[in-house]
């Protein structure tokens, strides 16, 4: 079984890199000609503003090519289908999500779309879809394991509501992380190769199919997304992303372990929540950071975008490795 989950894999990963380098290669002059380049904060780092007009959507392309390669996948084998459907579900619906944002930051022509509480409002009924198909297709339980021990910790109704914080909190610290050249990338990347492994360890085919259309995607469409960008992949990619791993970790059997694993993605979460709570109780007078979220901060601190991929990459690579002896 394992020897037919490596061919898949390898030819699901090699499919899904091709082909998002190939729309890319297309997909790219369009977004140029329709000047949907990105618009870049004031209050963000200064030498950003070299960036603006990249063009931003970019997250289409891998996008499309993961969906493509999943679904010729399904057709040669629909084993699993229901929790690869309900993965596809929770990643393409936050995908749409930031679709919409990215549209209307165009149209406003400022790098602000949709107000903070329409989108995680839309993001909340994602994830509440999400757990209402789990429940019905039969998957779900409301037992929730912990890392690290061999317990479930039934919480009823509970379950629910820890659950849809932990999807949307993904989601949006993965959307947060999305900052610099690469950086969001790399950091799942790395997270989808754990999830990979995982799959191979426990024998999972659907997790195996998903992570490798996840790895080949990001790997193409770093080609294009490595410093110095020449596209973004804008909030349609980072959320779908966000929603992606996030619905791993649940198709794993292991929400939680996703905070470990995908550290990096909690601390840049983490960074803008301190900033912005210390520089309100303290009357707008002090910054915890130069700025935030984190990434910013090292910028300022003269790291460039080489060595922040790097850090952050190499740091996730060991928040994995950690996450191994939590399975």
Request: with cysteine; net charge positive.
């Amino acid at each position: 079984m394992k020897t037919g989950m490596l061919i898949e894999f390898l030819a699901v990963t090699a499919c899904s890199f091709g082909l998002t380098v190939l729309l890319s290669h297309f997909v790219i002059p369009i977004l140029k000609s329709k000047k949907m380049g990105q618009k870049i904060l004031e209050i963000g780092p200064r030498w950003h503003k070299s960036k603006e007009g990249t063009p931003t959507m970019g997250g289409i392309c891998f996008i499309a090519a993961i969906l493509l390669c999943v679904g010729v996948a399904l057709i040669v084998d629909a084993s699993e289908i229901k929790r690869i459907l309900l993965v596809m579900i929770l990643a393409l619906s936050n995908g749409l999500i930031g679709l919409v944002d990215d549209r209307a930051k165009l149209m406003k022509k400022q790098n602000e779309g949709l107000l903070a509480w329409q989108k995680y409002l839309l993001q909340l009924l994602a994830a509440g879809l999400f757990l209402l198909l789990q429940s019905l297709f039969g998957l779900a339980t409301t037992a929730l394991a912990l890392p690290y021990t061999d317990l479930e910790l039934e919480l009823g109704i509970g379950y629910y509501v820890i659950a849809l914080l932990l999807i949307t909190g993904v989601v949006n610290s993965v959307n947060l992380t999305d900052g610099i050249d690469g950086l969001a990338s790399t950091v799942s990347l790395v997270v989808a190769g754990f999830f990979a492994v995982a799959a191979f360890a426990f024998g999972a085919r659907e997790i195996s199919l998903l992570s490798a259309a996840l790895v080949g995607g990001l790997i193409g469409f770093l080609v294009y997304n490595f410093h110095p960008a020449r596209v973004f992949m804008g909030d349609t990619g980072s959320l779908f992303l966000g929603g992606f791993l996030s619905g791993l970790a649940f198709a794993l059997g292991e929400p939680l372990l996703i905070l470990v694993c995908g550290l990096m993605f909690v601390v840049e979460a983490a960074s803008v929540i301190l900033q912005v709570s210390v520089f309100k109780l303290s009357g707008r007078k002090k910054r915890l950071f130069k700025m935030a979220p984190i990434h910013h901060h090292f910028e300022q601190c003269g790291w460039n975008e080489y060595k922040i991929v790097a850090v952050f990459g190499a740091v996730t690579l060991a928040c994995c490795v950690l996450a191994w002896f939590g399975i």
